[in-house]
């Protein structure tokens, strides 16, 4: 096996393989997490991504592959393993009748961190979740928002090379997951990796260098967000137009570059080119005559290529 | 490679310090270990009370007075403090165990604390430990406060070899409390609900306090001929009657008991005239031959419980972790 420090890998996964009776739940996947880098786990429940979380920690055996965290291997050396990595699973939970500094000095001594070390260590991790002025309180009281802190707060105290995070924003109002994915940006920039897996695509969408997309125990489609785009939408830049008193179908057939016009609903079209045309689609609405209201650079959004994809996906099927 | 000849690396008791320390003190801080005491100081001190309100009324001397306390049945009351313990120690031990592992289940907690430098054994050890010792402290104190009863009451210090039959009588209850602890920390590893957990716990102790006991004797008496001609044949159906009877760890713990505080026990079964020969009737038995009597009862406790704790072990490595 290479040697994943020299490559810049933290994770690399290869021919990974559960097998539950006869049905395959992760089907030879093959992964590589960089140093330092935001890593998205998409798909569909059920699509394997938390069994494939739970073999790189060594918490479910493998049926076959190999795994390389962090230059250990989580079948024979899981506590290596998770010495440095921090987990936060699906719905984390704590202990209720203990409070918050409890909690984590629990984890602490499971760690054998030093007592006197871990005191300063707990305190400064839960001021960087902005939990510190509960750091005494029972955990039964904490809303799930502040439970998914506290488990950032862990993985801070643990001082993890790498995060995973199943599903760290499910169940969370707007305002909970603004300020959860912020803590998630902050653990990279602490040189954290971190590994995220989750069915909400926009939220994810927004904090993840790279993503994978799973589906059936297999990896479909892996790279960032806009190669994933160009490779199910089909390359090119679409926008949005939004104009009145012209016939912008009309008006805008000459503009080089232009490939489709679509309307979408009232007084909208998407438009699809081969290169930039926001300047020269402005400047021919205006020149025909009609009130330009709204051009907009559509970003390629994770929504639209999973959608997408899974549709093809049906239809194939 | 099969995978089960992966071998892992690092101890797998690793982290057992830890989860030990934290489920005793939960344990001692519990609402429910509150509440197991006081059932412990009613159904404990009842029977205490008045076996010793008999005591002191006792004028004929008898060598072994501080022990009754434990054994003698008063007639307002047809129970003694070592039969109350008999039933008092499995709700004690199933009450601290039944929701050791399925709990952490139920509050999300298992997969993270796993995920922490720790193997599943050091986590199931810890829990049984953690455990054991609440029960033991328990134990010593509800011993200890007897003890000072007597002290008070009977206005007589226990000889030395009381003290040590009492103190020996005590490892065996603490080894009797083990068997259903690790029961119920079974049941807690293969039901998710707890309730369900606790309910086959307590069936299964009812099972074998109520049950049994008719169930062996309706056994040894159908496999029992339907005239018996001599006392071989007589000695031979009791042996399967005790047998049958010893499956039950609370006849097992009854055994050690009796052997422990009545030092005058020589054998559970009927004596042969063969082998009376030479006895002096109601003379005690020195300690160490006490010991020896009760040796097969103890190691029978302590290895009811390692394979019970064995087979909950099992069960736990092969659990899924995940919710």
């Known amino acids: ?317 | 490679m099969s995978r089960s000849a992966v071998r892992r690396e690092g101890s797998a008791f690793t982290g057992l310090g830890p989860v030990f320390m934290k489920e005793f003190a939960d344990h001692l801080s519990s609402a429910r270990m509150m509440v197991l005491m006081l059932f412990v100081i009613a159904f404990g001190a009842f029977p205490v009370a008045s076996s010793l309100q008999q005591l002191r009324t006792v004028t004929e001397s008898d060598a072994f007075l501080f022990l009754r306390i434990f054994t003698s049945a008063p007639d307002s009351l047809p129970i003694s403090f070592v039969f109350a313990l008999n039933f008092i120690i499995p709700v004690m031990a199933i009450g601290l165990g039944f929701d050791a592992v399925n709990s952490e289940f139920n509050h999300r907690t298992l997969s993270r604390v796993l995920s922490q430098p720790i193997y599943r054994d050091a986590l199931l050890l810890g829990k049984f430990l953690g455990g054991l010792a609440t029960l033991a402290v328990a134990l010593t104190a509800l011993w200890l406060i007897v003890f000072g009863a007597g002290l008070l009451l009977l206005g007589l210090p226990p000889r030395g070899v009381e003290v040590a039959r009492a103190g020996c009588f005590l490892v065996a209850a603490i080894a009797y409390g083990g068997v259903w602890l690790a029961a119920s920390l079974l049941f807690s590893v293969i039901f998710r609900s707890t309730a369900t957990s606790a309910l086959c716990s307590l069936g299964l102790w009812l099972f074998f306090f109520l049950l049994w006991p008719m169930i062996a004797q309706a056994i040894t008496l159908g496999l029992a001929p339907a005239q018996i001609r001599s006392a071989e044949e007589y000695l031979a159906i009791e042996q399967i009657g005790l047998v049958l009877a010893r499956f039950s760890p609370g006849t097992l713990f009854s055994e050690a008991v009796v052997g422990l505080l009545n030092p005058e026990t020589r054998t559970f079964g009927s004596m042969l005239p063969a082998q009376m020969r030479g006895v002096i009737p109601g003379a005690p038995l020195p300690l160490d031959q006490s010991l020896i009597l009760i040796w097969p009862q103890m190691t029978g406790l302590i290895a009811g419980t390692i394979v019970v704790f064995a087979a909950a072990y099992v069960i736990f490595q092969r659990e899924e972790v995940r919710a």
């Open chain 1, 1 to 317: 096996m290479s040697d994943p420090s020299a490559s810049g890998n933290v994770i690399e996964v290869r021919g990974l393989l559960k097998l539950y009776g006869a049905t395959r739940a992760v089907d030879a996947i093959d992964l590589d997490i960089r140093r330092g880098e935001i890593f998205g786990l998409l798909g569909p429940n059920g699509a394997g991504k938390t069994t494939t979380i739970l073999m790189l920690l060594g918490l479910t055996e493998t049926s076959g592959g190999t795994v390389d965290v962090l230059g250990f291997d989580p079948v024979r050396q899981p506590l290596e393993v998770k010495r440095r990595v921090g987990y936060l699973p699906d719905a984390v939970g704590f202990y209720d009748h203990l409070t918050a500094r409890e909690n984590l000095r629990y984890t602490a001594r499971l760690l054998a961190i030093p007592r006197r070390d871990a005191e300063k260590r707990i305190s400064d991790a839960m001021e960087s979740v902005q939990l510190a002025d509960v750091l005494d309180k029972r955990v039964s009281t904490f809303s799930r928002g502040m439970r998914q802190r506290l488990g950032i707060a862990e993985i801070v105290m643990k001082k993890a090379e790498v995060a995973i995070l199943d599903e760290p924003t499910s169940g969370l109002d707007p305002h909970a997951t603004f300020e959860l994915l912020e803590m998630i940006r902050g653990l990279k920039k602490a040189g954290v990796a971190v590994l995220i897996s989750s069915h909400l695509l926009d939220r994810v969408q927004s904090v993840c260098d790279r993503v994978a997309l799973f589906n059936k125990g297999k990896i479909a489609l892996m790279g960032t967000v806009v190669e994933l785009a160009n490779k199910v939408l089909g390359a090119g830049h679409p926008v949005l137009v939004e104009a009145q008193g012209v016939d912008i179908a009309g008006a805008l057939r000459g503009v080089e570059g232009v490939q489709t016009v679509v309307a979408v609903g009232e007084g909208g079209w998407r438009i699809v080119a081969d290169r930039d045309v926001r300047a020269a689609v402005a400047q021919r609405i205006v020149s025909s005559g009609g009130a330009l209201t709204r051009l907009a650079d559509l970003q390629p959004s994770l929504e639209e290529v999973y959608t997408r994809y899974f549709q093809e996906e049906r239809h194939v099927a």
